[in-house]
Structure formats: C-alpha cells, structure tokens
C-alpha cells in the first residue's frame, strides 16, 4: 500500500495493484477472464465488469463528517479489517445486451468461482443449482441478495425473487447450491491448491457484495485514473464518504465509479458505474440493509431438502480444456489499466462456437446483432453493449474491453501486423 501522501485536490494514484489481499478478505478474491465461445465471450467480458459497479443512491441527508483526502479513504478501504458482515444487497445491471444474445450468453455461461474452480453450467452435470449458470443472471435486471460472511472460508448469499430462491453457501472447503424452483443441488469440495486465495483456476467470480465489486475497480488505480472525495453520504443507516473515480483515458467507455465507503470501519457500502453513453447508471451494487456483528455458525451449515436431486461437480484437477474453451484459446491483454483489452483466438483459424455449436450458428448470432467493420486485420463484426464492446474477426479472434469501437480496431490491426 502506497503511503498517504500531503493532502491534494487530485491526484493520481499507483501502487494499489495488489489491492485484492489475500486469505485476511472478507470474500474470496475474484480474478478476469474473458469466457470462451462468441455469445459467452460478450457475456464474460460484462460479467467481469459488474466488478465494476447507478448513480449512487443515499437515504437520508449527507452526514457531517471530518475532512479525509482520497489517499487516506483509499487507505481506509484496503486496510478494514472487517471479516465478518450480514445483510440485503441490490444489484441491478443494465450493460444494454440484446435479450436474444443474453439469453444464449447466459444459457452457455461456464466457468468456476470462489475456491472450486471449474464447475461450468451445464456442462456440470445440467443441474440448475450450478452456481456459474445461475449467477450470471446478475448481468441483467434487478435481484435483491441476502449475503453473510465470516471470514474468507464462510459466506452464504441467497438471490430472493417473488417465487423461488437461490442459496450458494460457502464453508471451508465445501461448496454447496440450491435451486428451490427445480429442487435440485450442486455440491463441491474444493481442492487443496485452490483454498485460501492459491487459486488454480482462470475464471471470473461474479461479485455480490459492493466489497467485492470495489477490489475489482480499485485495481485500475493508478496513473491513468482521477481519484476524489466527492462529500458524504448515508447508506444502509450507516455514515459514508464518497469515493469519486474517473478514468482519464479516452477510449474507455466509463464515465465514472462511485462508491459509498463506511466512514467508520472502511467497508464499501455501495457502488456505481456510469457509462459514457449517458443515461441510467450501467451497474449498480448496494447494502440496504447491513450489520458488521458475526453472523451463527449455523448460518453456513447446509442440509440437502427431502427429495432434491444432488449433482456432485466435476473433480477440480480434472482438464477440461477445449470443452470449456468453446474452441478459443491463448488470452492476451492488450494495453493497460481502463484500455485494457482482451485477446482470445480460436484453434486453426475458425469462428469459434459455443459448446456443442457450428460456426454457422456463430455467424447468424454475429449477423443478428453486430455490424461489419473492416481494417487491416481484413474484416470482422463488432457487437456493441452501453459498456462492454466485442469485435470479432472473420479469422477466428475475439478482442472484448470496455472501451469503444476505435479502440478495439486498432487492437485487431495492431495484432495482425
């Protein structure tokens, strides 16, 4: 952790690569990836940017509260040493997909999170209950979580809709998932090399809790970035400063970060993003209720409902490689910080498919919802989102980021060259 610096109006910030911590998180780290197929590319790279996070809602008026410069909230978040939190988180995500692309993106959705690795969808036995293929109903729409932790080896949330609910509860190394509207469980131990942060797997955790959330955004601190206090604030009930953080590169589709910070044990309360394009906030995570006390033990403790279905998940060591790959493979990272972008090409050249896809459906999904863009890479279809662009390349590559279409362009020709 940088040392706080004399007080300034703005500043740039560095040396907060390593903001995520290790086994002292209250949440498991979450670590980018870009999924693999066409439509599962898009939903990934948007995924990932829920790490991201409305225009920030308060409830009551703005507390008064000692003067604090950016450095030190900043310090204040990275150095809490709260572990354990219950309470009702709102995320709401409007990333603009398509609703035909989003349904095939969440459909194929695969992948691993937390301690156990891969785990992916369907591909995990076709149960309901697999975590990956549930959770990334979050990049899209309103759903209201019920969260718990105790400590970096227990957390439960639960997705809570009008009729049926969702439970993925975390405890040491055992994973267990329940879907009440089919009655059926995931169950997952974890292996020895994945626990308390030695992560062997690639994928993206879906963050449910604005603590999560902020550890991703944080890590794009750093020269390129404008970091304020921007006054105070009350959420949840409890007394917040407000984080403002702007990207300074051009080609970045963000406009800016907000995050709600408890002002007296540094916790993030809430988080925004908004993109560039104008309009409602892109995402939106947030406590509407939240309380710091150590939540039961019997809180983490899970028992299989009479009657459910249980899928065991698939042993973590097992290489799954090109089935999970959806024929795509090598990702590179071109350029840095909030022009990040990514880099996947497909095995021998060809438009990669989902799993268990043709190219050809590929090609009418890229003809249904992108438009053509040429350069000296030779030609390829962009598909566009209020935040997440995707380009992909008539010769097999994908290039995903959040920034715009030029960027993206630039990218392919300067791979190609």
Do not use: C
Not at 56 to 79: C, F, M, V
Not at 89 to 95: G, I, K, N, P
Not at 353 to 358: D, E, I, L, P, R
């Amino acid at each position: 952790m940088a040392p706080i610096q004399p007080p300034q109006a703005e500043r740039d910030f560095g040396g907060y690569a390593g903001f995520e911590g290790d086994g002292g998180d209250a949440f498991p780290r979450s670590r980018k990836v870009v999924r693999y197929g066409v439509p599962v590319a898009i939903a990934g790279v948007a995924a990932a940017t829920i790490g991201l996070g409305t225009a920030l809602a308060s409830t009551g008026g703005s507390p008064s509260l000692p003067n604090i410069t950016a450095e030190q909230l900043l310090d204040k978040i990275a150095t809490s040493k709260v572990q354990t939190v219950s309470g009702s988180v709102q995320v709401t995500t409007d990333l603009g997909l398509p609703d035909g692309l989003l349904n095939g993106a969440v459909g194929g959705a695969t992948g691993g999170g937390g301690p156990f690795g891969q785990h992916g969808g369907k591909g995990g036995g076709g149960s309901t209950a697999d975590p990956q293929a549930k959770l990334t109903e979050l990049i899209s729409g309103t759903h209201t979580l019920r969260v718990a932790a105790d400590g970096p080896d227990r957390q439960r949330v639960s997705i809570v809709d009008n009729t049926a609910e969702y439970t993925v509860v975390h405890n040491g190394d055992q994973m267990w998932a329940y879907d009440s509207a089919s009655n059926s469980v995931y169950h997952q131990t974890a292996d020895k090399g994945a626990q308390r942060g030695h992560r062997t797997h690639r994928d993206e955790q879906l963050p449910a809790t604005p603590q999560e959330a902020v550890r991703q955004a944080l890590k794009n601190v750093g020269p390129t970035t404008s970091v304020t206090v921007d006054g105070t604030a009350r959420v949840a009930g409890q007394q917040a400063y407000k984080l403002l953080v702007k990207p300074k590169q051009a080609d970045s589709t963000i406009d800016s970060i907000r995050v709600a910070v408890d002002a007296a044990n540094g916790v993030p309360l809430r988080f925004t993003l908004t993109p560039k394009g104008g309009g409602a906030a892109a995402v939106d995570i947030g406590y509407t209720k939240v309380n710091f006390g150590k939540p039961a033990a019997s809180t983490f403790d899970f028992s299989v409902p009479r009657g459910a279905k249980v899928t065991e998940g698939k042993d973590n060591g097992e290489d799954r490689g090109a089935q999970d790959h959806g024929g795509l493979s090598g990702l590179n990272v071109i350029g840095k910080d909030w022009n990040s972008i990514a880099e996947l090409k497909s095995e021998g050249g060809q438009l990669p498919s989902g799993k268990g896809g043709q190219s050809e459906s590929v090609q009418g999904l890229l003809g249904s919802f992108g438009h053509r863009v040429k350069g000296s890479f030779g030609t390829g279809t962009v598909i566009n989102t209020r935040l997440v662009n995707v380009l992909i390349t008539d010769k097999g590559a994908v290039f995903a980021g959040a920034v715009n279409q030029n960027a993206l362009v630039k990218a392919a020709n300067s791979a190609a060259n």
